[in-house]
Nanobody
Framework: VQLQASGGGSVQAGGSLRISCAASGLRFNAYNIGWFRQAPGKEREFVAAISRGGGTTDYVDSVKGRFTISRDNDKKTVYLEMNSLNPEDAAVYSC????????????????WGQGTLVTVSS
C-alpha cells in the first residue's frame, strides 16, 4: 500500500494551494481518507477527512471555510484545496487511510503517506 502526497510548496499569506494524495495497493473506496499536519515542535493534528463515498467530510475548526477535501475514487486520489493560507497553516501535510468509520482518531488510521511540505510566508 502506498499513499503519495504531493503539491506542497511555498505561498504567501492569503494564497492558495491544492495538495493531492494518490493511493495504490488498496481498495480505495473502502477507506476513509484523512489529512493530518505537523509543524516543527508540535504534535501531529487532524486537519480534514472524507468518507469512502465522499458524502461526509469533517474539518478541524481552524480550517473550516478555508479548506475543502474531496476525492475521486476512479483516480484513487484525495485532494485538499487550501485557501486563505496563513503562517499557522505551515506544516508537513500527510494523508492516511482507515478502514473504520473514524474521521479524527489518528490511532485508527492504518496506512500513512510520507507527507508534503507547505510553507506560508507573512
Amino acid at each position: 500500500v502506498q499513499l503519495q502526497a504531493s503539491g506542497g510548496g511555498s505561498v504567501q499569506a492569503g494564497g492558495s494551494l491544492r495538495i493531492s494524495c494518490a493511493a495504490s495497493g488498496l481498495r480505495f473506496n473502502a477507506y476513509n481518507i484523512g489529512w493530518f499536519r505537523q509543524a516543527p515542535g508540535k504534535e501531529r493534528e487532524f486537519v480534514a477527512a472524507i468518507s469512502r463515498g465522499g458524502g461526509t467530510t469533517d474539518y478541524v475548526d481552524s480550517v473550516k471555510g478555508r479548506f475543502t477535501i474531496s476525492r475521486d475514487n476512479d483516480k484513487k486520489t484525495v485532494y485538499l484545496e487550501m485557501n486563505s493560507l496563513n503562517p499557522e497553516d505551515a506544516a508537513v501535510y500527510s494523508c492516511a487511510a482507515t478502514p473504520t468509520p473514524a474521521m479524527r482518531a489518528r490511532t485508527l488510521y492504518k496506512y500513512w503517506g510520507q507527507g508534503t511540505l507547505v510553507t506560508v510566508s507573512s
